[in-house]
């Protein structure tokens, strides 16, 4: 009954144009909820069947405290730029500090560069890094080198360096600097 009744409300929407379409939805999910007792449900409306079941309907009062908290959580990570904070326009080349160097040895290790284009490396500095080696690199063996805070990535095949770029400890994820012959833009993955 319920699928016919529908049928027929957004056939006639359809009918009538889109923005009649919401308004007509809006209505039947009224009348059908509010207004139209069911047998099934002991000539009552789902409303009143819902209702009176006793479920617990959440506390307007601790409600409002955790939407303030979470607004108030969402409103110190956009202002300290930490994990999680909303983008930012990016700061213009003679506007940016220089990187906090992390200052950390770790022997050459073979890796296999991912689809993103880049390495992780765990225990950099305490925490997991990733290095971008570009996305053209995908799938290909690299051997990376970090001496004092400096990572050296090279292809295994080639020999040829793939990255050379001072570690950030502040940063998670390492951006690769590209050639200054070679316009290398981001693009989306």
């Known amino acids: 009954m319920l699928q016919r009744s529908l049928e027929l409300a957004v056939l006639d929407a359809l009918h009538r144009g889109v923005e009649s379409g919401t308004d007509r939805g809006a209505e039947f999910q009224h009348v ?3 207004e139209r007792p069911h047998r099934a449900l002991g000539r009552r409306t789902p409303g009143e069947a819902y209702r009176a079941k006793g479920k617990a309907l959440p506390d307007p009062e601790l409600a409002a405290r955790t939407q303030t908290k979470l607004d108030e959580q969402r409103r110190r990570e956009t202002t300290a730029g930490s994990p999680g904070a909303t983008r930012r326009k990016p700061i213009p080349k003679d506007k940016r500090a220089e990187p906090a160097r992390a200052d950390v040895t770790i022997g050459p290790g073979i890796h296999r560069i991912d689809r993103r284009g880049c390495v992780t490396q765990n225990n950099i500095a305490g925490k997991r890094r990733i290095l971008n080696l570009g996305k ?13 805070g400096r990572a050296v990535a090279a292809g295994l095949e080639t020999g040829e360096i793939l990255a050379d770029q001072t570690l950030d400890a502040t940063r998670e994820y ?10 290398d833009a ?3 993955m």
Do not use: F, S, T
């Not at 390492?174 to 316009?183: F, G, L, S, W």
């Open 32 to 34: 059908y909820n509010e």
């Open 136 to 148: 053209h690199n995908a799938g290909r063996m690299a051997e990376l080198l970090i001496d004092h």
């Open 174 to 183: 390492q951006y690769r600097k590209p050639a200054n012959d070679v316009n």
């Open 186 to 188: 981001p693009r989306q």
